[in-house]
């Protein structure tokens, strides 16, 4: 009990200068209040960005750098690049997380309006118009969907069209994983040309590539402006009973925007009919091959193009780790601070009322459960896109180590110990505070650690939905084909984890007894 009563000895001296502390807290808020609201009566606030989002794949985020660099122009644009695919980055717009994005006609009528069904542009922009949505002129260029293979195979087996695939169901088929569940995708395109393929998969559309080239996948979708399509010598397929509609780039952007950033609509809007098909696909060369950064690649575009200068250098990495440091560990540790609060009293409300404890241990373990992507999206209806659904999910996750280890560590001490302390009369509280909590302390402790390291892997899912943080140069890696970038991100978010656990260890050599310690191992 010695031992016990020295180790919480610093927290009764904190304890006893609290109420001057509290004190001087109360003066410093009201003081800074006080500041703000003359702050705020004197100073007019700053206008919002123009926020601009883009789809995940490499046309979608240079065609986000070119709005958001002509934005710029007149007045501060911020860019949320590779959002996800087209139903969230459309929610993110009509929710007004997102001011503008480009989108594409037929995907507009095939997938975004396919319930009302819209026969031309006119049509999509009437329907449109009554969620507050204007879209532009085409932007110049078609980016179509198709289906491609390796040229040397489609001669051996004589391919040309898409009906010529009835003939070959041996064909492995691969197509990405938003293609294989829309509406003018794989399974409308299987009964409108009656394929026999059975054994159909969804790919990342990146990796689909890679597939083709090293003959792992014979057939695969394409966007017509891909870059790939000559890099890696593929035919494109004739769509012969005209399955694909057109699809014309444009902007879908806000209405309010004409009253809110009306210089910005302005300087968007120069985009219209100005890119060319080939122009789009050199742009995607130079970012997928080339290996140049999508916002310097979209001002050497506007300098030769529209004649506007804009400012533009690459991001060195040593800047993005950085960026990428702060952005990963404001989620870990954001999200892990709200677990501690919540789970710690959770698991000495379990450890009190067994009855409980099953209810709390359940729901904490069904929470585990739920696959991460999944979670991430059921949390951005209610908290938008981000790092709010990011912490959410990662709250969640860190529960069920903390709840079940601190229920452990308190239910493992030995029970005349308990006896004890309730045969000297201490409440509960007091008996919690000096004699279960140290006692415990050890296994709350390694729940916290394996929360903490948990936290710092899952996290870079947060980049899904624009979360920033390690999993970002990931994302951007994997879309790139870019292995450089994707240990960018891999490799210090490993070295977090081993950082977090070694901090945990510390912590707990420098706060738990050694005695604890050494019950702890025993």
Known sequence: MR?????????????????FVSRGLFVLFFFLLAYGAIAVAEVKPAPRPLVVGSKNFTEGVVLGELVRALASTAGPADHRQAL????????????????VYAEYTGTLTHEILAKQKPGSLEEIRAILDKSGLLTSESLGFKDNFALG?????????????????????????RFGTEFMERGDGWPG????YGLPQEDVLGIEHDLAYRGLAAGEVELTDLYTTDAEIAYYDLLTLEDDLNYFPPYEALLLYR???????????????RLQGEISEAEMVSMNARVKLGRVQENV??????RESLGVEIHARETRR??????????HLALVASSLSFAILIAVPLGVAAARRPRLAQVILGVVGVAQTIPALALLV????????????????????SLLPIVRNTHTGLMGIPLPLRESAEALGLPSGARLRLIEGPLAAPSILAGIKTAAVINVGAATLGALVGAGGYGQPILTGIRLDDMGLILEGAVPAALLALCVQWLFEWAERAVIPAGLRTRSRV
């Open 255 to 269: 209405a309010e925007l004409a009253e809110t950033h009306p210089a910005a609509l302005e300087a968007m809007l």
């Open 3 to 19: 031992s016990n009563r020295s180790f919480f000895a610093p927290g009764r001296s904190v304890l006893r200068s609290l109420p």
């Open 297 to 302: 690649v979209a001002a050497d575009f506007l």
């Open 189 to 192: 395109l299987r009964e409108h």
């Open 84 to 99: 996800g695919g087209t139903r969230l980055v459309f929610n993110a717009l009509a929710s007004g997380e997102i001011d």
């Open 318 to 327: 040593v800047d993005r780790f950085f960026r990428y440091t702060g952005q």
């Open 378 to 397: 059921f949390m951005i209806p209610l908290f938008g896109i981000g790092a709010g659904p990011a912490v959410v999910a990662l709250f969640l996750y």
């Open 149 to 173: 293979m390796r040229r040397d195979l489609a001669e051996r087996l004589n391919i040309r069209r898409i009906s010529d695939l009835r003939a070959h169901p041996e064909l492995v088929f």
